[in-house]
Each structure stands twice: as structure tokens, then as C-alpha cells.
């Protein structure tokens, strides 16, 4: 009987659990539902079958509901829970930043100031910038260092979509965001992202939702290393769901 060969790309702690960041699966048919991929993949890999169910599948770098179908011409991956901070290293295929890019994936450090400078505008009255760091300690465990990996093209296209989002709800105003991946230090930026607008009530509101749909949609993930081990963070906060929206009630396309 004739077969096809899928191939499906893995990310984090997951591609570590399985061995592999690329599987070829061989499958009779040349289209599948999303859920259907996920069942065989845990027939195949039964140890992982838990962390697995909560996975998404990325259909050409957007998410893809259960119930959609995808095809084996695509552009597959696994994705397990963001950096929302369950248990599921650099990527090689990150960009240098550049000037006029609102939102970047970087292994460069990044400058607060050069964020910002991408949202200035003249009738605006409000800028400001939320900067996540690496702290030392969390819940009496030290932390050395944090490792950010991320399925680049996914993730920038999924940062510009937060822009969107906030331009929709907050017209006129303007966002950056640059998240490093890598290995990133005590005390060193992970993420910048910077707002304008015309009135700073605006400007606040859009920045906490700006880092709120990140952690909850942006196919980034941190390793923490400790003294003793290292663990993969995701996403901690109930059900993952990267395709609803922050009031839980749904709100982006199949």
C-alpha cells in the first residue's frame, strides 16, 4: 500500500522528550485532521501521551484546531504550552535585529531605548515600556540562567498579530516588542514592549494586554537551569488555549 511521508516539527521540552526536533511519519493518508495527528503521535510515543493531548498543532505557522483539517503539503509542527511560565536551547535560525523592525525575535541583548524609539510619534502624549528580566530566585529555587527558544517565523508573525489586536482596540496606538531567544542572564532583558499613544490610560491597558496575549499565544519557551537541573516552563494558568481570547470566550478563525 502506498504511504506518505508527514513531517512534523517539535520545540522544547517536547522535541527533548521524544529525541528528536523533526519527526517522518508514515501515514496512508494525505490529509488529516489536527486531533488525528495528535492521536497517532501519541499511539506512536504512549509515554507522552499526556503532555501531547495539550499540544496544538501549527498549520503553516498559525494554530490549527482539533477539527481542522491539514494536509501534507503543509508546514507542520507540534507545539507544546507557551512560556506563560507545565513540563513539557537557542534556535539557529533567529535574526539580528534590525532598526525599523517593530517586532523581533533576537539572540542580541536588547535596548530598552531602541524599542521605544519604534512607537514614538508626534500626537502622541503617552510612551512607555514593560521590560521582563530573569530574576534569581523563585519560590526559594535560585535560577542560574533562563535558555528562550522559539519557532521564529511563527512567533514574529504571532508578535505583529498582538500589534493588531492593539490597534483595533486602542485605535492609533502604536507597539513594539523584541523577546530574545537564547540563553539569557541574571538581571538581563527577555522581553521589551513599548506603547504610545494619545492619552496614558490607553498606554497602560495596551501593554498589559500586549504581555498577557503573549504569554498566552506567542510559540516562544524557557528553560529554567537551576543549581541542581533544568526544567521547561509553559504555560500555568488552567487549559492552554492560544486561539482564545484573554476573556476565555474564543475570538480568532479556524
Known amino acids: 500500500m502506498l504511504t506518505y511521508t508527514w513531517t512534523i516539527s517539535l520545540f522544547a521540552g517536547l522535541a527533548e522528550r521524544v529525541g528528536t526536533r523533526s519527526l517522518q511519519m508514515n501515514w496512508d493518508e494525505t490529509e488529516l485532521l489536527a486531533s488525528q495527528i495528535k492521536q497517532r503521535l501519541a499511539v506512536r510515543f504512549p509515554e507522552h501521551s499526556a503532555v501531547l493531548s495539550v499540544c496544538f498543532v501549527a498549520q503553516n505557522q498559525a494554530y490549527a484546531h482539533d477539527d481542522t483539517t491539514v494536509f501534507l503539503s503543509d508546514e507542520l509542527a507540534l507545539l507544546p504550552p507557551v512560556s506563560g511560565g507545565s513540563d513539557v536551547t537557542a534556535s539557529d535560525d533567529a535574526e539580528l535585529p534590525i532598526d525599523n523592525e517593530r517586532f523581533l525575535i533576537t539572540e542580541a541583548p536588547i535596548l530598552v531605548e531602541r524599542v521605544l524609539s519604534k512607537?514614538?510619534?508626534?500626537?502622541?502624549?503617552?510612551?512607555?515600556?514593560?521590560?521582563?528580566?530573569?530574576?534569581?530566585?523563585?519560590?526559594?529555587?535560585?535560577t542560574l540562567t533562563l535558555e528562550y527558544e522559539a519557532y521564529v517565523p511563527m512567533a514574529k508573525a504571532a508578535l505583529a498579530q498582538i500589534g493588531e489586536e492593539i490597534s483595533a482596540k486602542w485605535p492609533g496606538t502604536l507597539c513594539a516588542i523584541s523577546h530574545r531567544i537564547g540563553t539569557v542572564g541574571i538581571g538581563e532583558i527577555s522581553v521589551a514592549i513599548a506603547v504610545s499613544s494619545s492619552h496614558r490610560s490607553d498606554a497602560y491597558e495596551s501593554s498589559r494586554y500586549a504581555i498577557e496575549r503573549l504569554k498566552q499565544k506567542v510559540p516562544i519557551w524557557k528553560k529554567e537551569v537551576y543549581e541542581d537541573g533544568t526544567e521547561w516552563k509553559g504555560h500555568q494558568l488552567g487549559p492552554w488555549d492560544p486561539t482564545a481570547s484573554l476573556d476565555g470566550s474564543g475570538g480568532e478563525s479556524k
Do not use: L
Not at 120 to 142: K, L
Open 119 to 142: 512607537v514614538y510619534h508626534p500626537d502622541h502624549g503617552a510612551a512607555i515600556a514593560f521590560v521582563g528580566t530573569t530574576r534569581e530566585w523563585t519560590a526559594g529555587t535560585r
